[in-house]
């Protein structure tokens, strides 16, 4: 069973990492971004770490540690999960890792968006749905390249 995500803690993040899928330096990474309450957080949390293990999700993924109080924190009471692709111009496997993150999250009605590290580094921590590169929603037949993904990836 994976460390507990709602513990008392002076970290921000749980992190959980496939030493086998390690990512090029200078890769365009991104990441699918849930939401989930703390109530729910231990399931998710243990399946998440288990898939990223076996090679099922991407290379790594962390969890917010629903003590830590982050003045960035834009959903109180929630946790965010972070689950990392190796580059978010490689559509097919951001929406591999999507469809799979469906299974493993057992999600059935949650949007579920991505971003880039890229936007991250440049500050965009809140954003509409044109503001993530892709979304994911029930009934989860394919992924949403938004207008700002086909901009960044030249379409």
């Known amino acids: 069973m994976a460390e507990n995500p709602c513990r008392p803690s002076v970290d921000a993040w749980l992190r959980i990492e496939n030493p086998s899928e390690a990512i090029e330096e200078n890769a365009h990474v991104g990441k699918w971004l849930l939401y989930i309450d703390c109530g729910w957080i231990r399931p998710v949390w243990d399946q998440v770490v288990t898939d990223v293990q076996a090679g099922l999700l991407g290379p ?25 692709t190796r580059s978010w111009r490689d559509q097919a ?25 890229e936007q991250t580094l440049d500050g965009t921590y809140q954003w509409n749905a044109d503001g993530a590169l892709y979304t994911f929603r029930a009934p989860y037949e394919s992924v949403v390249v938004s207008s700002q993904g086909l901009a960044r990836l030249g379409g």
């Not at 496997?93 to 009605?109: I, P």
């Open 93 to 117: 496997d951001v929406e591999r890792v999507a469809r799979q993150l469906v299974k493993t999250a057992k999600l059935k009605k949650m949007v579920i968006s991505y971003k880039s590290d």
């Open 60 to 84: 790594s993924a962390k969890v917010s540690m629903c003590k830590y109080k982050s003045p960035l924190a834009t959903r109180p009471g929630k946790h965010v999960v972070c689950i990392y």
